[in-house]
DNA sequence: TATCTAATTTGCAAGTCTTGCTAACAAGAA
DNA sequence: TTCTTGTTAGCAAGACTTGCAAATTAGATA
């Protein structure tokens, strides 16, 4: 039974990165630690943002540099759904997105039924991955929506939500 | 039997326009027949060029702005696909894409199957949409790479492939 | 056809996101 | 402790898209 994959421990990672030459920072090994078993599928800004709380003076830069790093080392994907910016997500696992075409959250999703998705006209094509994203609103907009619409529970400044069916 | 549904004909988006209040200018007519029945998914840039040739002095602001008022009106769709810039897509009929992550063409790809997918984890979430993207290579990128690699058939300057899984 | 008015086009500045560059810095080996 | 080399921080710059305002023009009006 396939155990949930996911990018390395923080513990892991150390070692990975000294195997290959790479020292170990505390900016990195801070950034490890905020990735493990982050969920939030985060901006660069977002996790800078998290990283510059418990680490005033890390740079912007050094963020973007260790997360395409990770990505370069497979131990994380890169996720480009709609208008904003690029999100990071440390799930390996075999799964899909959810996004909220109000306040932006991605949620991962296991799907059901892709192995059965038929692409038809495209057999000149080598097909390596699937991806499948649903665009829905989510319950906390909902209600939001329902009455007047000043109760927007936008997290982050509310990404615009360029829909791209 | 549902007609290949698409963005209107240059002449119905005349009549559209007029009927709204908009004006008819030669830049907007030249757009509505470049992308007309397009189905190579170009960026603003890209029609722009093609714009160009035929009307030298068109600005590429004005490429912008009427393709946003298209997807305002409903005539065609964003598409938004790993890292570079958006793309436009006058094809409304339920589709959905492939992606050769070597030379970056997007082409259209009907998809069996869709119906039957089943997300699992987001019963607080309401669906509206559900967009497949597959990841490939195409036949032309796959030659040029089984020899040496610098056959790259790049139409555009190679965009990089972002992948997101 | 000439006139008028509001919509449109341009050109450029500016905003957002990400990367290039490099001097100052520090991890880890010797 | 010293030395080497990878890393960080800062800032400039690149790519894409939008804001803004002056100049232009489609299309209505007389
Ligand atoms: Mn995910
Ligand atoms: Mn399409
Ligand atoms: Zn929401
Ligand atoms: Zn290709």
Redesign the pocket.
Known sequence: MPNLIGMQTPTEL?AA??S?????????QL?FQLMYGNDKHP???ALFAEASSQ?P?????????????LAEMGELQ?I?IG?????FDPNLDDHHHVVCVDCGQIRDVHVNGTAALKPVGIEDFTINEVGVVFQGVCSTCEKGRAKSNKTAHAKSPA??A?VSK
């Not at 290959?20 to 990195?28: E, Y």
Request: net charge positive; no cysteine.
């Open positions: 150390a990165y000294r290959q030459g790479r020292k170990l920072t505390p900016q990195r950034l901006t660069a800004e680490m003076g890390i740079s912007l830069r050094t963020v973007y540099q260790t997360l395409n790093e890169f480009d208008g904003g910016a690029t999100r990404p615009q360029k």
